[in-house]
């Protein structure tokens, strides 16, 4: 399926999350949906966590995912947030705390299809220190930040398109087919985007300018999900130009436990 998603601002209906017993602390954060929860469909969600100062504790989920810092700032872990950043996680990898800087902070989070386990399983409860234990693939984490948006103008003064790869992992590799790059194309250039089979599925997801597919005019913050068995999608830059970041999800594993 391909799923194009008009511009994921934070939504009306956005649902307040307040849980200690589950989050371990007082932390509330807000989470908008803009896909359905249903096997097999991408998931895509955007976390506001806005008090400075708050702390999202160490957790895993049970589905690889993306998380892409574009507002606010902090920390991920040990590793300053310098907006915009981009990680990635697998499988029953921990990660964090996150913790919101002096404006807060926000992020959408995309994987290839909901977390079969609901709720990021937090790291300070044992019973799900355990769970985590029993996983035997590879535990990997990436990272790429201070990615520079450009200006409107920039993108309009583009005379070739380009392709800045932040980070993939080898075909010889656990989590093969995953990557991360920034995509920038001039005023109405044409693009043929990658295989999806060469992993398990993307996400485009518009940063500056706009993008045309399917009789739609895309704009900044939109995003368009393409699952596996898709051909490569196909669109153009608008009249302005764009810059989209491209992600994408690693081949399915024959032995995940």
Do not use: W
């Not at 915009?84 to 029953?92: A, D, L, P, Q």
């Not at 995509?183 to 250039?189: E, Q, T």
């Not at 669109?235 to 302005?240: E, Q, V, Y």
């Amino acid at each position: 399926m391909i799923i194009p998603i008009h511009p994921m601002l934070p939504r009306a209906d956005r649902l307040r999350q307040y849980a200690p017993e589950i989050y371990g602390n007082e932390i509330a954060t807000y989470r908008s949906t803009y896909t359905e929860k249903v096997p097999g469909m991408p998931q895509i969600i955007l976390v506001e966590q806005p008090a400075p100062g708050s702390t999202l504790l160490p957790h895993y989920h049970a589905s690889d995912q993306f998380q892409v810092f574009m507002d606010g700032d902090g920390l991920l872990g040990k590793h300053p947030l310098n907006p915009v950043s981009v990680h990635y996680t697998n499988k029953f990898t921990g990660y964090g705390p996150i913790v919101a800087g002096d404006a807060g902070v926000s992020y959408y989070v995309l994987r290839p299809a909901p977390d079969p386990l609901g709720p990021g399983q937090y790291l300070h409860h044992p019973e799900l220190r355990e769970q985590a234990k029993r996983y035997t693939g590879k535990r990997r984490t990436l990272v790429a930040d201070g990615i520079v948006i450009d200006t409107p103008a920039q993108l309009r003064a583009l005379d070739a398109s380009s392709a800045q790869r932040l980070f993939e992992v080898p075909a010889t590799e656990p989590d093969a087919g995953t990557f991360a790059e920034v995509l920038r194309l001039s005023p109405g250039a044409r693009h043929t985007g990658a295989d999806p089979r060469s992993g398990g599925g993307q996400v485009y997801l518009v940063m500056q300018g706009t993008c045309l597919y399917d009789g739609q005019s895309l704009g900044c913050r939109a995003a368009i999900a393409v699952t596996r068995d898709e051909a490569p999608l196909e669109f153009t830059a608008g009249r302005d130009g764009a810059q989209l970041l491209v992600m994408q999800y690693p081949v399915p594993r024959q032995n995940d436990a």
